[in-house]
């Protein structure tokens, strides 16, 4: 049996005890990961897959929107000010319904939320800085692949993880260094 895909995003939304996804991009970039990384046991889960290709802000995919819309209408998920996502008590029941059922493996809901956590846990440069580094094929028609990309380098060389805030970034182009003389 092959899973609908609502249900792997509806698994990825109730991960991590429910907490909240707090933008598209992050929902959209957890989803891409969970392709990715569970490609591996692709035979135990058997989900039918949203096909990301290159775009604007790396992988995209048309199906995640549109399994969005779908969850919002069944009342599992809820869809807050400034694009955050919650799980409802109905779409809580219907996760849960799933693994108990073995539609989903324990492990697979294991590595879900460790992914989850992985990608909450970082702000969204951070995020698509470690996705256009790892998956660099899908950062190829980024409209903001270099500015990601040099943020990620000036991070690295001052030994932070991640690439740095926009404030971080804007105060080091407006230090002078202490080679550089003033004119």
């Known amino acids: 049996m092959r899973l609908p895909r609502w249900l792997i995003t509806l698994l ?6 429910g907490r909240p996804v707090p933008s598209r991009i992050h929902l959209e970039k957890l989803l891409f990961l969970i392709e990715k990384e569970l490609k591996e046991i692709e035979k135990k889960i058997n989900f039918k897959t949203y096909n990301f290709i290159p775009y604007k802000y790396g992988p995209f995919s048309d199906g995640v929107y549109d399994d ?3 969850l919002k209408s069944k009342g599992l998920i809820e869809e807050g000010e400034g694009g955050v996502f919650y799980i409802t008590k109905r779409g809580k029941s219907v996760a849960k319904k799933a693994i108990e059922k073995g539609f989903v493996d324990k492990k ?5 939320d460790i992914l989850k956590k992985f990608v909450l846990a970082k702000d969204i440069d951070s995020l698509l ?3 256009y580094t790892r998956f660099p094929e899908y950062a190829i028609k980024s409209e903001i692949k270099e500015r990601i990309l040099r943020r990620g380098e000036v991070k690295k060389y001052l030994g932070i993880a991640g690439p740095p805030s926009e404030n971080e970034y804007d105060a080091l182009h407006d230090e002078e260094l202490p080679h550089e003389e003033k004119s």
């Not at 990825?12 to 005890?17: F, R, S, Y």
């Not at 697979?108 to 879900?112: E, F, M, P, R, V």
């Open 12 to 17: 990825a939304i109730a991960a991590d005890d």
């Open 68 to 70: 969005i819309e779908f």
């Open 108 to 112: 697979i809901k294991q590595k879900i």
């Open 129 to 131: 800085f470690y996705i």
